[in-house]
């Protein structure tokens, strides 16, 4: 009876600290003790701010380059030569600087991790909000993707169009009225659509790197000591 009643004190004690824990951080449930659990909100809050902060400047780069390469592009030539290429790109720069802003609160949420890590007092952020932050970055950059490949798609259709009708007006002799030859700026509106393309990409990846270590269950990112 006595082993019995200390079985039972021990259970109820892993089982308090198994509700103080799954009050925070999700993935955190199955670890065993305070230490664990503070070494995996560390090393969960390392990769925020790494990996958001790559995330943060890789975006910030090439979607700044994007915009400045297609609002050239419209500055120089004083028009839209080409609407379905402007709208669709500028709607894929548009969700690109969305997603750098999500990236930013990436590295935001690593220093809450950490002073979580360091202050046992502090309740954890809780997974669900974090999980579903991370999918609702993928969603934006998948759809900033898919406005800029069809933006993309119809500058190339438009370049395709000036070459073949270059090609059957040699040295511009008999050129038929409103035609365009291929210029160096529609050359610039695929770069802008590209740099967007890589944009997207770049938060992708590191989205997908997140999610993937938060999801993980502790038993493979935390080493558990055997038995002898």
């Not at 490949?149 to 500058?155: D, E, R, S, V």
Request: glycine residues 8%.
């Amino acid at each position: 009876m006595v082993k019995k009643d200390e079985f039972l004190k021990q259970n109820e004690h892993h089982e308090s600290i198994n509700e103080q824990v799954s009050s925070g951080f999700c993935s955190f449930t199955r670890v065993f003790g305070f230490l664990n659990v503070a070494k995996r909100l560390e090393n969960t809050s390392r990769n925020f701010k790494m990996l958001g902060s790559l995330g943060f400047c890789g975006q910030l780069v090439c979607t700044v380059v994007a915009a400045v390469i297609l609002s050239i592009s419209i500055v120089v030539t004083g028009k839209i030569t080409s609407p379905a290429t402007f709208y669709a790109t500028t709607g894929g720069i548009a969700a690109a600087f969305i997603s750098v802003f999500w990236s930013f609160g990436y590295i935001r949420f690593s220093e809450k991790l950490r002073i979580t890590a360091n202050d046992p007092s502090r309740k954890a952020p809780p997974c669900a909000d974090l999980v579903r932050s991370l999918k609702n970055g993928i969603v934006v950059n998948l759809l900033g993707i898919g406005a800029a490949i069809l933006g993309m798609q119809a500058a190339v259709g438009l370049l395709v169009a000036k070459a073949l009708t270059s090609s059957a007006n040699p040295y511009y002799q008999g050129v038929p009225p409103g035609y365009s030859p291929v210029l160096a700026l529609d050359v610039f509106r695929v770069q802008a659509s590209a740099n967007t393309i890589l944009s997207h990409f770049l938060g992708l990846v590191f989205s997908l790197e997140l999610l993937r270590s938060v999801t993980l269950p502790a038993s493979e990112t935390i080493p558990v000591p055997k038995v002898a």
